[in-house]
């Protein structure tokens, strides 16, 4: 029984992640990431591999590079959660939009999150390990959409 309610808390805690990152509560995203987290994304629109460590830099640079200024949605299902004691490991399929709005760009693409889980002496799940290897990511700007009307609603997570 007590797998059941781990995996229950690990799936609500991807969910966590993902909702608190689309919406910028950045605060909030920080508290799905263990202190010492890393990530790892495998992302061409980056050139290099993006490696980061620990949640300070994680948190910094998603705040940085997905301001007011950029729309994203991430999508995760499909998930294969493995429960040691208290630890965890899984992967997710994902598929993500991100809307440039100044670049005037838009990024389509699909991934599967590896990540891995440590449950804390407070008996909280949170991220020590994320990252994905795209499997496509396409890029088109908006003025080759012809009519392309964007609305969106820039209060969204705003408390």
Known sequence: MTDLI???EIRRLKYRYLRSLDLKRWDEFAQTLAV???ADYGTPVYGERLRLAGRDEIVAFMSRRLGPDV???HLAGQPEIDIDGDEATGTWGMQDTVIATER???IQGAAFY???YRCGEDGVWRISHTGYDRTYEAMFALTDLPGFKLTANRWAGVR
């Open 114 to 116: 590896e990540d891995r």
């Open 104 to 106: 005037q760009v838009v």
């Open 71 to 73: 729309i994203t949605v």
């Open 36 to 38: 010492d987290a890393t």
């Open 6 to 8: 781990a995996l229950e």
